[in-house]
């Protein structure tokens, strides 16, 4: 059941890419998606299905989903320079965290952190919030917090242990 909420959101935001931005039925099945992002996790737990599968599926949705909302909300959107910059360093701090993880751990490592979920939660609402808050002042809660995110991913990649014989 988790998985097909997972494919759900997959669907949603693969049909948002045929809708014009900020449209009603742009905002319907973005918040769909988004809702199927927070459910699909405690359905799987509740049910006791959580699998590897599952979670990867989930990753390879919320990226499905972001990507889309990227191609769709950056034309349209009035975004600073210095906004492009922080998203760049952002996404360079989560870069360095994939490679010292795969490195450290031989895996592909993302934690999913409270701040990671935080940040996730902002960035959502922040398209919902464009006609009530200016972008600037969004934009700058999200990555503040998607800056602290990072950090505190990396820092748990790079201290954790795998197996608690070693080391």
Known sequence: MANIITVIRILCSIAILFCPPLS??????YIIAGFTD???GTVARKTGTASGFGAK???VADFIFAA???IK???VLDI???LYIWIAIIALIKIINIISGYVMHKEL??????MNKVTGFLLFIL????TIIDLKYSAAAVSAAATFAAIQEGHYIRTRKRDNNKD
Do not use: N, R
């Open 24 to 29: 009603a039925p742009f905002y319907v099945l």
């Open 38 to 40: 927070m459910i699909d």
């Open 57 to 59: 599926l989930d990753t």
């Open 68 to 70: 889309v909302c990227f």
């Open 73 to 75: 909300l950056i034309p």
């Open 80 to 82: 600073p320079i210095w």
């Open 109 to 114: 490592a993302a934690e999913h952190t409270v």
């Open 127 to 130: 398209p919902l919030t464009l």
